[in-house]
């Protein structure tokens, strides 16, 4: 995990040459995590140790201002409610549950539209092949295979979204000392230019 940290860290550190974020009126450089990272290891102490690399698994519901979130910090998984949630992270999310719906109902498509043309194939056997019930049976099975290939396509792209997740879904985040609705109050804080 922590060596996952400092890769993403280390990526992130050479696109970042100042990650400025604005935490309840005040102004926090995240840039020294950066730096520490490109120099350091995890036995020295890192600076600005309260701001956790958070990956978010899951986008619940938003209540008020926060948004409620599954999350993973330090190796561990709990729910909670976020601010300032960063619009890419969302983006992403959003993208990955997009791609799985439609992931889902493709393959119910699939399973569906198999089990019906193996019952019309059965009844097809006595049409003539000029016929437009037999030319419909055909353009059937040909869309059917056009919506295998979409289905694996799409499997795909949504493997690649999995395997991109902690770095797509993650960003520095810190404890605000306050609950709502008994869930701590995570900030990413709002990213300066």
Known sequence: MMKTLIALLLLAGSAVAGDLRNIAGAVVDLSPIY???QTNGPATNRPL???KWMQVVQIGKTISVYVECEVAIDGVTNVIFTDHL???????LDEEQRLELQNGQMQSFIENETKR???VAVESANWDSGSRAYNQFLLDRANLDNKKDDLTKTKQKLAEMKAGESS???DF???MNKKYLNLEIWDFGLKRP
């Open 49 to 51: 140790s309260a701001w």
């Open 117 to 119: 043309l193996r019952l």
């Open 86 to 92: 960063p619009d890419p992270i969302k983006t992403f």
């Open 168 to 170: 797509n879904a993650a």
């Open 173 to 175: 985040a810190i404890l």
């Open 35 to 37: 730096q520490w990272s």
